[in-house]
């Protein structure tokens, strides 16, 4: 007879080796199974800088102030405001990130630098950048192309021209960005047990095989990476699994091999998140149990970079590129976008940086595969110009341009790449905005309208 998801957690919890539920108390085993015969709670992350009101007052997620629990999962691929930017939808331990973000950049000085290495889908990134000030940049990296996609997209909808996004492998990154990051997030990919209950299908893909796989991967990331973090920095190491070989055991590696010191971090004993000691060099780690809280499986441990080795002895310096004479738009850009920009132009698209921004850029766009930086403006066509679909989701976008403010059928028929809006006596360009926030851009001309919305991003669901 076929085994069930809830018949596999049950014969899992009775491994005598290697069972990812090793750090718990077997008097929790029950919780841990009516956990799983539970629905997962669903959670919204909100855009700080793309407001909106919420329909209702919903509950808190306790650990994030932009998170909160919806009662029920809507289809969010009908919300314009979920296209819009407006929110991202995140499962509430992951908020924890931010948590431990404040912990840590309260110690660090200046504008700081961000590396969020396995970053798609974007849920973390997009939750860092919400915490980051604007002279701070939000490096996301991720090595699988497709994956690497989605997250551009998901970057892009939030909104920010702080956040970058590379893809590179984890070798790369820190032979190349040696001694770059003041604070390097790496969520490593995982056997992802904490997520069975959302994935019930994933549990079929658990083994110890398995489990010895990850962990080898797991010491590989931090190994090939480790150079790209700044002496005194601090590495946060996070998975989704329970097995304490990818967790714990990691965490004894790391103290093992780099000369680092564990961080503690400080929060409330109600949040009921639960502190862990690794075996050997008892580093502190935190896991989040959805049997004791409302969350899905995580596990976080932080470390500070405690040598001074970043630099090899005898390692050259990068060379340093000889500097171009700036660039000067034909378009007054700034009609777009508000402050201070340094303008560029790559493969035929003009970009605009913060300008304390551009020399990072110049730093390391030869050495690595960069596929978001600064704020894509759009392109310059003779007399007129296309602004990028990155300009309409923008933050930077100025709130006084031309805008057509459409119904939510309107907004999902845009959204499906259909013109909208012919009977308006409309002329140029206009952002296509749904409760104030825009969807992307539109040309309008009399009687018709260019819908610009880039076909890869148009919704293909029935809207009914
Ligand atoms: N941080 C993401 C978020 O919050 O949305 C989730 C990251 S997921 C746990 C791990 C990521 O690592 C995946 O996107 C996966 O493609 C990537 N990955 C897989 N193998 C990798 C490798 N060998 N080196 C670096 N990253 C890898």
Redesign the pocket.
């Known amino acids: 007879m076929e085994q069930t998801y809830i018949d596999t957690i049950a014969a899992i919890l009775q491994l005598q080796e290697h069972n990812p539920f090793a750090g718990i108390d077997s008097s929790e085993y029950p919780a841990v199974m009516a956990a799983h015969r539970e629905a997962y709670p669903v959670s919204i992350r909100l855009n700080p800088y793309k407001t909106f009101q919420p329909e209702q007052a919903y509950e808190r997620v306790p650990w994030c102030g932009y998170g909160y629990y919806l009662p029920e999962r809507p289809v969010f691929t009908l919300d314009p405001l979920f296209h819009a930017g407006a929110y991202y939808v995140q499962e509430a331990s992951?908020m924890f990130v931010a948590h431990v973000y404040d912990y840590i950049r309260e110690a660090c000085t200046g504008p700081v630098k961000v590396l969020?290495?396995?970053?798609?889908?974007?849920?973390?990134?997009t939750l860092l950048a919400s915490l980051l000030p604007a002279d701070d940049i939000l490096v996301s990296n991720?090595?699988?192309q497709g994956?690497a996609g989605i997250l551009v997209e998901n970057m892009v909808r939030w909104g920010q021209a702080n956040t970058w996004v590379l893809q590179n492998?984890?070798e790369m990154i820190g032979k190349s960005l040696e001694n770059t990051f003041d604070i390097m997030l790496i969520?490593?990919?995982?056997t992802g047990s904490g997520l069975w209950r959302k994935d019930q299908a994933a549990i079929d893909e658990w083994s110890v095989q398995h489990v010895k796989l990850c962990a080898e991967?797991q010491k590989?990331?931090i190994a090939d990476s480790y150079a790209a973090l700044k002496q005194d920095g601090y590495l946060v190491y996070a998975t989704?699994s329970y097995s304490p070989e990818e967790d714990e055991a990691i965490c004894d590696w790391i103290t093992e091999h780099f000369d680092v010191i564990p961080v503690s971090i400080p929060f409330p004993p109600e949040w009921n998140i639960v502190r862990s000691y690794s075996s050997a060099h008892r580093a502190e780690g935190y896991h989040f149990y959805p049997w004791k809280l409302k969350g899905e499986g995580l596990f976080i441990a932080v470390f500070k970079k405690n040598d001074g080795a970043a630099v090899p002895a005898g390692r050259k310096p990068g060379k340093k590129r000889a500097s171009r004479k700036p660039f000067i738009p034909a378009t007054a850009w700034e009609q777009y976008i508000d402050g201070a920009w340094h303008y560029e132009l790559i493969r035929e698209e003009i970009y605009a940086f913060p300008p304390h921004h551009y020399d990072f850029f110049e730093q390391i766009r030869d050495k690595v595969y960069i596929r978001k930086a600064g704020l894509k403006l759009g392109q310059e066509t003779g007399r007129d110009v296309i602004p990028s679909h990155e300009l309409a989701l923008s933050i930077h976008l100025r709130k006084d341009l031309p805008a057509v403010a459409l119904t939510r059928e309107e907004a999902l028929l845009f959204l499906k790449k259909e013109p909208v809006a012919t009977d308006r006596g409309l002329k140029g360009w206009h952002t296509a905005t749904y409760q104030g926030l825009p969807l992307g851009w539109g040309k309008w001309m009399p009687g018709r309208m260019n819908n610009y919305l880039p076909k890869h991003w148009r919704i293909r669901m029935d809207i009914g």
């Open positions: 992951s969020d290495l396995c970053a798609a889908p974007g849920g973390k990134s991720e090595v699988i994956r492998d984890p969520d490593a990919p995982c991967r590989r990331i989704c």
